[in-house]
Every structure is written in C-alpha cells, then in structure tokens.
C-alpha cells in the first residue's frame, strides 16, 4: 500500500500557474507509474495526467495539453503537476494516484489501474 499526500493548491486567477506536489511514502517510488485525476463539483472524476515509473513517458488529457506538465523526482518520492494558463473549468479537487505496477511501459489512463488515492487538494481559478 502506498501513502499519498498532496500539497500545493490553491485560488489563482485565470491564466496564472500553480504547481502540485504529492509525497509518496510505502513502496519503493520508482517502481511504479503515477497519475493525477481532479474532479469538479457535480461531475465525476477525470484523468489528467500520468507518468511512468522512469518519467520516460507521459500521457495528457485533451483538455490539459500543452498547458500541464507531469514529473517526477524518484529519490524525493515526489511527483508534480504543473498547470500554467489556468483557466476557471480547471476548478476541481485534483488527486494524486499510485498505479497498482502494472504500467510498465506505458503511462495508465483509466482510474482502475491505480491502487492508492490521496486525499485531494483544492485547486480555485477565478474568472
């Protein structure tokens, strides 16, 4: 089992940045592909973003290409998103996932293949 635990959201004006943090703790972090997933007021939650065990390869949802940016940092046990050029329907509560260690090769996409959830942070863009 793996621990999570985000940090860094917050209210931004639209257009500004923010980057998340998640702390990994439990098993061996570079072991295993990570994701972030956010979900919005009345809807269900949505992929964003994940990355394989080496960071070698990435995967985006339509809505977030070219303005985030997944990474990770295997000897800090940590992986961040970074969001530039938010805008107001990037307001959700985003969640940091664990993948269960199946995605070897290729970054996962669907919830299911991930085993561990944080505990959300809020993330606010005003209009």
């Known amino acids: 089992q793996v621990q999570l635990v985000e940090s860094g959201g917050g209210l931004v004006q639209a257009g500004g940045s923010l980057r998340l943090s998640c702390a990994a703790s439990?098993?061996?972090?570079?072991?295993?592909?990570m994701g972030w997933f956010r979900q919005a007021p009345g809807k269900e939650r949505e992929f964003v973003a994940s990355?394989?065990?080496?960071?070698?390869?990435?995967a985006y949802a339509d809505s977030v290409k070219g303005r985030f940016t997944i990474s990770r940092d295997n000897a800090k046990n940590t992986v961040y998103l970074q969001m530039n050029s938010l805008k107001p329907e990037d307001t959700a509560v985003y969640y940091c996932?664990?993948?269960?260690?199946?995605?070897?090769?290729?970054?996962?996409?669907?919830?299911?293949?991930?085993?561990?959830w944080g505990q959300g942070t809020q993330v606010t863009v005003s209009s």
């Open positions: 439990g098993r061996t972090f570079g072991s295993y592909a």
């Open positions: 996932a664990a993948d269960r260690g199946y995605s070897i090769h290729y970054p996962p996409l669907s919830a299911s293949a991930f085993g561990s």
């Open positions: 990355i394989i065990w080496s960071g070698g390869s990435t």
